[in-house]
């Protein structure tokens, strides 16, 4: 069986991944957290973010880093206008939830479909060092671009709990998301926050597509949908309202993964893990991390 | 802000999408990605259109047109698989309607649908396609889609050429109107096994251990359960000391299958896969610096597209891999006269041929012939019922002895009771170089199997 | 009213005479395309118990489509029980897991019900997949038997009349449903939990039969989508796509109405058949886009949904009382 040193290999590699969890769900979680709408397009945005690093790397061969900041300012435009379009018309109706869910199922079929026939279901992919750069420490090895995938997510965690704290905008966006009327009241201008929020969101997601396509393989038009129940998964654990929850949350999932497999087999993990998920989302609606619901 | 401009505006792209399509002709606009993966697009005209006319050099009598359905996954999950197997079906009509085959001398006009991947979406256009007259179907990748649809083709009458997809069900079930012409997924997994028995005994190396990893959908299952059935007769010294299936869509990580192989050191990992989790599988297994003394990718999944050797570069290379085809087939002698095909492909889409376009070029050929029969024995294409039954019982006496069918070293028998063939055979190559190079069978190889591979340390 | 009484009873004979002469005059093609719409249609009707009337909002019905298919398929496969018979066990399978479903309602709301169903029907494939000894596992289940008996037929119209007899049987129920006492529970949950509970509603009773309800007939809708397609696949059945499709076309139609589902599978299953013969061989992936924008254009433009805007604008009726 599994040396000792095997397992420590194990937990981190498996810590790496969840912090990676946590990143490509920072910008759901935010986008739920404060709109109380649900993007059923996030796994889309981080396959246009996964292109966006194909295409600038390929094409100027600059950096995947740098394709990173790019991908984050072309996916923030991209997400402004899909607001315009499928979440603001009716995000304050009733039902409001269950139309933002079905709108963006909408704008989810229509960027597959377009990445479908304007890039062809190809997979792609681009050469770059850092997968193949490797940081040995006491015997534990991981790839440069899984650590630094790791170190990003951290700090634009940090960035955006700061970015909510301290800056004008982030304060206001975290008046909306706990009280919209009382926001309203003292002069917010709550649809231009809700579309700052759903912009951010989608940056996130695009940055986040960067970064997982550094050293996970295969950019196609279906490629986001792996990550994108990951997502869901550390969302629903970390629970609404929490940015610090976000990284903890994806840590803890990435672990017991990790461990789940070795103890039981791969093909049981997965109901492990959906079982996991039910009884946290039955028992503890509110997630490990949130604060309790009001009646949503 | 005004949303119904912004829906308006969108509309309108579509439209416009859909206008400058047609505007742009009758040809189908394909994008390639060559090895350096720079993007290109060539505009291939009259690929489909050719088949409307006559070609000027030959044949004063005017030849008769016949309709036949190709039925693939163009979209959804299995899109990138689909639509190269349409180059290869698309090719072989293009050559049987430019009369590159004297015995063939009809022309053949493809009718093509997408299955969307979806079982219901293809049984819907398999309907169609009969009504739209097509005298064969060609289809359909997916071995669950294949399965209903041709189900469906054997009450309506509708004879079916099954070029790729391997579930061995789909030839079990005693269909008149099936057949298949490449091998089912038991023979993909003794053929895997024969060749490593070969290249280990040509090596000197006894095999102890094995392990096999494989994706748990039927692709996977069933390579599996032929690995395991025949494992001992190739290798009777052999314990399996580990065996684990995973999740191919949903995967994020291997390391834990790599962290376990690690600690049992098997001789040979048979790993059957399709692309992603190829490449993961490596990509962890540099990263935990471990290979054994062969990864072998059984079934002809991921390992063997050229985007394995494209995402992982110089350390895909001791890689073995089952392959249909391989551009290096066409060094040996006795396939050196195909080399036409392949240069063919390579004007229309600026790269080889890879084996799924083989696979589907050859089906169609063989599909070509029967209709041919068909044709000669007087059967007459308007009669559309009658004609499918004469196509089918054409199908059942097909025998191509090896050496005559085009890019392959086998040949096709289709007069065996269940439409099996029973010839199609899968060779054995490994990556060196960054290339697919022919290993087995060792006597048709142009180079010598490396075996063991060298640890990561010493590449 | 009662001036449009007379009417309406014209417009409905006249639309179910057209239904029942179709197959005499279409081809087998277009009465295939059809039948796939009553089937998508029922399937719909089935979701609007829980999803339109009930207001929570499933996004996990391929599982009770899966459930319901496999139950029917391994009695008919291996017990030699007719579907005809088979499909009420099927109902019946499919109506317990949905009662599971209920009961999870009570404690989720809005999207986190809808997640909850994902996973719930994530969970159902999964187990699928991993009693292989029952379920043929990833391999699935071929249907090998025939005979009308065991409702599988020759052609396409058989199955044409079936869905259309089964698809009139769900509009007429959800119109005796909306209107019974059950019913009108239902809907009062839907708009305040805490004052229904008020006027003597037993909250937990009526979202879990309600549930049950909805499951048991997309149960028996999930049987008959197998004798059709006749291979069934955990990975190709319990899909979300599926169940999206499902919510969506009912949505579209128009919620919590008897007829919504059915209008919604008219537009939607023969355009988007209809687009992918059209386009599928050239564009592969164009007719999805298609999909997407109407979907994304009745959400956002025609809230009610197309059923809504033709009451709105043709019939020119006052909402109701107590309506949305």
Excluded at chain 2, 53 to 65: F, H, L, N, S
Excluded at chain 2, 192 to 216: F, R
Excluded at chain 2, 317 to 346: G, R
Excluded at chain 2, 378 to 405: C, H, Q, S, Y
């Amino acid at each position: 069986m599994i040396e000792f040193s095997a397992y420590t290999q194990l937990l981190v590699s498996y810590a790496i991944l969840g912090g990676v969890y946590g990143l490509t769900a920072l910008g759901l979680s935010l986008i739920w957290g404060v709109m109380k709408a649900v993007n059923w397009a996030h796994g889309d945005f981080l396959m246009v973010g996964m292109y966006t690093a194909f295409w600038t790397v390929t094409l100027f061969g600059i950096d995947p880093y740098i394709a990173a900041i790019v991908a984050f300012i072309l996916l923030g435009l991209l997400g402004m206008v899909t607001h315009v379009i499928a979440i603001e018309p009716v995000v304050e109706k009733p039902g409001g939830h269950e139309a933002t869910l079905l709108t963006t199922l909408g704008i989810s079929v229509i960027l597959e479909s377009l990445a479908l026939i304007l890039w062809s279901p190809s997979p792609r992919s681009y050469q770059n060092v850092y997968k193949n750069t490797f940081i040995e420490i006491l015997g534990i090895r991981t790839s440069v671009a899984e650590a630094i995938a790791f170190v990003v997510s951290i700090v634009s965690i940090v960035a955006v709990d700061q970015f909510l704290k301290r800056v004008r905008i982030g304060k206001a966006i975290r008046a909306v998301s706990q009280n919209p009327i009382g926001a309203r009241v003292v002069g917010i201008d709550v649809p231009k926050i809700r579309l700052m929020t759903f912009g951010l969101g989608v940056a996130l997601a695009g940055m986040a597509g960067v970064l997982v396509s550094t050293f996970y393989p295969n950019i196609r038009p279906l490629a986001g949908y792996v990550w994108d129940i990951a997502s869901y998964v550390v969302v629903i654990f970390a629970g609404l309202g929490t940015i610090y929850g976000v990284i903890f949350a994806g840590i803890i999932i990435g672990v017991t993964e990790g461990l789940g497999t070795i103890i039981f087999s791969n093909a049981f993990r997965q109901i492990l893990v959906y079982v996991v998920f039910l009884t946290v989302l039955l028992l503890r609606p509110q997630g490990l991390f949130g604060k309790a619901l009001r009646r949503v | 802000m005004d949303t119904k401009a912004w829906i308006l505006a969108i509309v309108l792209l579509i439209v416009g999408l859909v206008i400058g399509y047609f505007a742009a002709g009758p040809g189908q606009v394909k994008t390639v990605t060559t090895t350096k993966s720079v993007v290109k697009t060539v505009t291939v005209t009259k690929t489909v259109g050719a088949a409307t006319q006559p070609p000027k050099t030959t044949a004063p009598a005017k030849k008769v047109e016949v309709k036949v359905g190709v039925l693939l996954p163009l979209s959804g999950g299995s899109a990138f698989s689909g639509q190269e197997d349409l180059r290869g079906i698309q090719l072989a009509a293009l050559h049987i309607n430019q009369s590159k085959y004297p015995n063939i001398k009809f022309i053949m006009k493809l009718v093509i649908a997408d299955t969307q991947t979806k079982q219901d979406v293809a049984v819907t256009e398999l309907r169609r396609l009969a009504q739209e007259g097509v005298v064969a179907i060609i289809g359909a990748y997916n071995s669950a889609v294949t399965y209903p649809s041709a189900a469906e083709a054997e009450r309506i009458g509708l004879p079916y050429v099954v070029p790729e997809s391997v579930s061995d069900k789909i030839t079990a079930q005693g269909w008149k109107y099936v057949f298949r012409t490449c091998a089912n997924a038991s023979k993909y997994a003794y053929d895997t096994l024969w060749a490593m028995a070969d290249i280990a005994k040509a090596n000197g190396v006894d095999v102890k251990s094995v392990a096999l990893i494989y994706e748990n959908s039927d692709f996977g299952v069933t390579t599996t359960e032929g690995l395991k059935k025949y494992l001992n007769k190739f290798f009777p010294n052999a314990k399996i000391v580990h065996e684990e299936s995973y999740p191919a869509e949903e995967v994020t990580s291997m390391d834990d299958m790599v962290a376990k192989l690690k600690a049992e050191n098997p001789d040979i990992v048979f790993h059957v896969a399709y692309l992603k989790d190829a490449v993961l599988f490596v990509q962890t297994m540099k990263k935990l610096n471990w290979y054994p003394k062969a990864y072998v990718g059984a079934g002809a999944g991921g390992q063997t597209r050229v985007e394995f050797i494209q995402q992982l570069g110089p350390d895909a290379n001791y890689v073995y891999t089952q392959t249909e085809w391989q551009p290096d087939f066409l060094n040996s002698k006795a396939l050196k006269k195909w080399a036409w095909i392949n240069d063919d492909f390579k004007k229309l889409y600026g790269r080889d041929m890879v084996g799924s376009s083989a696979l589907n070029y050859v089906g169609t050929y063989v599909l070509g012939v029967a209709i041919q029969k068909a044709l000669d024995s007087g059967a007459n294409p308007n009669d559309i019922k009658a004609f499918r039954k004469a196509v089918r019982d054409a199908l059942e006496t097909i025998k191509i002895p090896a050496g005559e069918l085009p890019l392959m070293p086998w040949g096709v028998d289709l007069t065996v009771p269940n439409h099996q063939n029973p010839e199609a055979a899968v060779a054995m190559a490994q990556i060196l170089n960054e290339k697919f190079r022919v290993v087995w069978p060792i006597e048709f190889a142009p180079v010598k199997a490396v075996f063991p591979a060298p640890p990561w340390g010493k590449r | 009213m009662e001036v449009k009484l007379g009417g309406k009873l014209v417009l409905a004979a006249v639309l179910l005479i057209l239904g029942a002469i179709f197959p005499l005059f279409a081809d087998e093609f277009m009465v295939s395309i059809l039948m796939q719409a009553y089937l998508w249609a029922f399937l719909a009707l089935s979701w609007d118990v829980i999803g339109g009337y009930g207001g929570q909002f499933s996004l996990g019905h391929a599982a009770f489509l899966a459930l319901g298919a496999y139950t029917s398929t391994i009695l008919l496969q291996s017990y030699n029980v007719s579907p005809w018979i088979g499909m009420w066990a099927a109902g019946l399978v499919a109506g317990a897991a949905g009662a599971l479903v209920g009961i999870a309602s009570l404690r989720l709301r809005g999207p986190f019900f809808a997640l909850g169903t994902i996973a719930f029907a994530e969970l159902v494939k999964l187990l699928l997949l991993y009693f292989k000894g029952i379920t043929g596992g990833p391999l699935g289940i071929l249907i090998t038997k025939s005979g009308p008996e065991n409702m599988l037929f020759e052609t396409q119209t058989p199955y044409y009349y079936l869905m259309f007899v089964l698809v009139i049987a769900g509009i007429l129920f959800l119109k005796w449903f909306e209107s019974s006492k059950f019913g009108i529970g239902l809907v009062a949950v839907r708009e305040d939990e805490e004052a229904a509970e008020g006027v003597g509603i037993n909250v937990y009773r009526v979202k879990v039969i309600g549930a049950a309800i909805s499951a048991f007939l997309t149960g028996i809708g999930g049987t008959i989508y197998a004798q059709w397609i006749h291979f069934i696949r955990p990975d190709i059945l319990v899909k979300l796509e599926y169940s999206t499709q499902i919510a969506a076309i009912d949505v579209v139609g128009g919620a919590g109405t008897p007829y919504g589902g059915l209008i919604g599978a008219l537009i939607l299953v023969p355009l988007s058949l209809y687009l992918n013969a059209l386009f599928g061989g050239m564009i592969a992936g164009l007719s999805i886009i298609l999909y997407g924008v109407v979907l994304l254009v009745v959400v956002v433009l025609v809230p009610g949904g197309i059923y809504g805007l033709i009451r709105r604008k043709l019939l020119r009726r006052k909402p109701q009382m107590g309506g949305k």
